[in-house]
């Protein structure tokens, strides 16, 4: 059973940058495709980043391409989340997920979730 703890959520101004973190316990980082899901009030969970277990092979939305940074350190069993240039339209609860195989782009493959860490971003 894998846990996921993320942190490094906050208030933040357009145009700043936060870094999430995503602590794995019962499984290493690097054994599965690590994702990060975002999701606002009223919408559905949305795609944002995710780094495939072999290669660290990396994939962002389009929203957030050129902005956001998904990386992993092994040593610390942690995936992180580098977020630049934010804008009020990244404000959301953001997740961490685990294991999706090779479906890295859709929520309902990752078998693991965290309990989020809430993003605002101010205009």
């Known amino acids: 059973q894998v846990q996921l703890v993320e942190s490094g959520g906050g208030l933040v101004q357009a145009g700043g940058s936060l870094r999430l973190s995503c602590l794995a316990s019962?499984?290493?980082?690097?054994?599965?495709?690590m994702g990060w899901f975002r999701q606002a009030p009223g919408k559905e969970r949305e795609f944002v980043a995710a780094?495939?277990?072999?290669?660290?092979?990396?994939y962002y939305a389009d929203s957030v391409k050129g902005r956001f940074t998904i990386s992993r350190d092994n040593a610390k069993n942690t995936v992180y989340l580098q977020m630049n240039s934010l804008k009020p339209e990244d404000t959301a609860v953001y997740y961490c997920?685990?294991?999706?195989?090779?479906?890295?782009?859709?929520?309902?493959?990752?078998?693991?979730w965290g309990q989020g860490t809430q993003v605002t971003v101010s205009s």
């Open positions: 019962g499984g290493t980082v690097s054994s599965y495709t």
């Open positions: 997920a685990c294991d999706s195989g090779p479906y890295y782009w859709d929520r309902y493959k990752y078998a693991y």
């Open positions: 780094i495939s277990w072999m290669y660290g092979i990396t």
